[in-house]
């Protein structure tokens, strides 16, 4: 972990901006998902992904119980109590942990999102994220870098 925060660190004294989050889900408490949010507030990030652990076969968070929809909605409203400037971005799991639900992270926070496939599993077709932030009277577009 100090070593991550040295290089976030590192990255805002070049001037490049952060783009940093986490996972939730992992069997860490709530204590903890606010401690990260506090501490990606003091690190001053631009972008926080927020992940959805998607527990997969053959990894050692394998027998994870998936995150109830319910509970990634009130950890995404707390990071955004914490973190009101910051982009909020979903990220992997969204689609397996939120379902139906995908568009209540919208309103609870969240004002990005990656579309399309991740690094290790499918996501649902770009189309159905357009037309869920049609739905809620939103555009897709490029998310802009908070200054």
């Known amino acids: 972990w100090s070593d991550r925060v040295e290089t976030v660190k590192n990255l805002k004294a070049a001037g490049i901006q952060a783009c940093t989050g986490g996972i939730i889900g992992m069997g860490e408490t709530w204590e903890e998902r606010v401690d990260l949010a506090l501490a990606l507030r003091e690190l001053e990030v631009e972008s926080v992904p927020l992940n959805l652990l998607n527990p997969r076969q053959g990894t050692p968070l394998e027998e994870r119980p998936k995150l109830d929809a319910y509970e990634a909605l009130k950890a995404i409203a707390i990071f955004r109590l914490i973190l009101p400037e910051q982009i909020l971005r979903y990220a992997g799991g969204r689609e397996a942990v939120m379902g139906d639900l995908q568009a209540l992270g919208l309103k609870a926070g969240i004002n990005a999102m990656l579309i399309g ?31």
Not at 117 to 135: C, F, I, N, R, V
Request: glycine content about 12%; hydrophobic content about 30%; charged content about 25%.
């Open 117 to 147: 496939h991740y690094l290790t599993t499918l996501g649902q077709p770009p189309e159905k994220d357009l037309a869920m932030l049609e739905s809620l009277g939103l555009e897709g577009g490029e998310a802009p870098i908070p200054k």
